[in-house]
């Protein structure tokens, strides 16, 4: 964890100039997103606590022979939505659907993490907008209730992810908040240990994560046998080093998709975007291409 910590203040100073970017209106609110380069669309959707900044090196990786799309959903950074009701997949897939159709065409969607379960399920919901599936360990936290030997991730998930730190933001504590987040992401509370920099990024994507917790089912799920039936070209991303639950779930996603197109990194972690971007970019091209 420290070390992708290290590697994330990297990538952002790496890319510190001002990005020009585009607004899309949603439902009360807009979403901001970057656009470079030209011929088929490829939309990148980020994972929880991230903003549209975590695609960049992919972005640069790709624009020569795609236009590629990275964006910040509803309550991420920059944008500043406030809260309203429930957040879930189909709240963010009609945010998704709004920005697909200013973009004009359909897309080939990228789906990291939280993004990979909104890339499922608009998927399913909008098929004739989705060319292509790419998930990388895509959060289907309701199929561990199914799986006995996943069962104990599930509980683990709910009560330390979303109840503890449903109650650390009553307290209005950033802190403490930014605590319970570590430990159940990394183990122990690590902030002490990282730059300034890391530390106000990941902050300014807390108000996504209070809108995931405080929400009634903010990680609602697809159903396997839904799931299964999508037609679209497929490709799945895997890693070695990812959270037990994630083994879990990508255990059962390649169940679903046992034709897709899968890579598996064994000496990475959940964060693979950010510590492979190049072999990644270079394996979503040739899927593409192929």
């Not at 939505?81 to 200013?102: A, F, M, S, W, Y």
């Not at 890693?239 to 059962?252: A, F």
């Amino acid at each position: 964890m420290r070390t992708l910590l290290l590697t994330m203040l990297c990538l952002y100073c790496s890319f510190s100039k001002a990005q020009t970017l585009n607004r899309v209106d949603v439902d009360n609110g807009l979403m901001h997103y970057y656009s470079k380069g030209e011929g088929k669309t490829i939309l990148f959707i980020h994972g929880a606590q991230e903003d549209f900044r975590v695609f960049l090196p992919q972005v640069e990786f790709l624009c020569d022979r795609f236009k590629v799309v990275t964006y910040s959903r509803r309550y991420n950074f920059p944008n500043n939505n406030k809260i309203v009701g429930d957040i879930n997949v189909e709240t963010e897939g009609e945010d998704l659907r709004l920005l697909v159709q200013k973009l004009g065409t359909p897309v080939h969607l990228v789906g990291h993490s939280y993004g990979g379960l909104i890339a499922i399920d608009f998927a399913l919901t909008y098929p004739e907008l989705t060319k292509s599936l790419i998930l990388s360990e895509p959060a289907l936290v309701d199929w561990l209730k199914t799986s006995p030997e996943c069962k104990t991730n599930y509980e683990d998930f709910q009560k330390k992810l979303i109840s503890e730190t449903r109650q650390a933001f009553k307290t209005n504590d950033t802190t403490l908040v930014m605590k319970e987040l570590f430990e159940f992401f990394a183990g122990e509370d690590i902030q002490d240990q990282i730059p300034q920099e890391v530390l106000d990024m990941l902050k300014a994507n807390l108000r996504e994560i209070k809108a995931l917790v405080t929400s009634s089912n903010g990680f609602k799920s697809p159903s396997f046998q839904s799931v299964k039936n999508l037609k679209m070209p497929i490709m799945v991303f895997t890693s070695g080093r990812t959270m037990p639950l994630q083994h879990c779930t990508n255990k059962k996603l390649l169940e679903a998709f046992p034709d897709a197109v899968h890579h598996h990194l064994e000496n990475a972690g959940h964060e693979m975007w950010m510590t492979h971007s190049k072999e990644l970019a270079g394996q979503v091209s040739a899927f593409l291409t192929d």
